[in-house]
């Protein structure tokens, strides 16, 4: 227990799925938490879980007014910042056939703007603290590409890009604010699950019938949270611009 006593940390997309598992496994470690997200009944529920050590702020990632508010909030309530867990993202099934831009925009205004927005604004306020750790969820989809969600890996693929370029500026100019990506295969939560499917195809989301997975199952959103209490913790004070692969190696091939 306490393994980031006295840290602050905001955590996006924090009303379900990995973002709350975060939330609530930062703050059993001493951490206060600020969740973020558009659902702002659910959000509310999980900070009033939390108790004290929590603040809801609804917040749309891709806003920079937004930004600007939950970092003030923030500071004002906790008195600065220690860690960002860029969490929230959209899914959006479609090949590069069926990407509209419409629908290329949108996922990436999210995905890969509200991204930068958080990281832009949150690394101001560490370095004005001494120091900080972001965390950014990326996906195996930025590494590999994922055939049936074109504008989703290729999000994915400008965050992992966007962690590397941060953690170079920091160990450019001697500045103790790390930044690390975090890459999962499929994770049980809402936005894979609900999905909707073509009941004319295999559903890989449902049967887990891919040949390359060497477990039939999802990671739990638990297991991501174990990988985001540990960066967020000093116990990873030297780990900077690193793709941390949560997949049970689905890169890897076996007979």
């Not at 965390?135 to 992992?160: D, E, L, R, T, W």
């Amino acid at each position: 227990m306490g393994r980031v006593n006295g840290k602050v940390a905001i955590i996006t997309g924090a009303a379900s799925g990995v973002g709350k598992e975060d939330a609530l496994l930062l703050a059993r470690e001493g951490a206060r938490v600020v969740l973020t997200d558009v659902n702002e009944d659910a959000g509310r529920e999980v900070a009033k879980t939390i108790g004290d050590a929590a603040l809801f702020v609804k917040h749309d990632i891709a806003s920079e007014e937004d930004w600007r508010r939950v970092i003030a909030l923030t500071q004002d309530t906790f008195g600065g910042l220690d860690v960002l867990v860029n969490n929230a993202a959209i899914l959006k099934q479609a090949s590069i056939e069926d990407t509209t831009l419409e629908l290329w925009e949108q996922v990436q205004r999210v995905n890969s703007t509200g991204y930068f927005l958080g990281c832009h604004y949150g690394y101001k306020a560490m370095k004005a603290r001494g120091g900080g750790s972001i965390i950014n969820m990326s996906s195996m989809a930025g590494i590999g590409g994922v055939s049936s969600f074109c504008a989703y890996s290729a999000s994915k693929a400008a965050v992992a890009g966007l962690t590397r370029s941060i953690a170079a500026y920091s160990r450019f100019h001697r500045i103790p604010i790390r930044c690390n990506s975090i890459h999962p295969d499929g994770i049980k939560t809402p936005m894979v699950f609900n999905l909707p499917r073509d009941p004319h195809k295999p559903s890989t989301v449902r049967e887990g019938n891919d040949p390359k997975r060497l477990m039939d199952r999802f990671c739990e959103p638990i297991d991501i949270a174990h990988l985001v209490l540990f960066l967020a913790s000093d116990e990873s004070r030297f780990i900077n611009g690193a793709e941390l692969r949560i997949d049970n190696g689905y890169l890897m091939w076996a007979d």
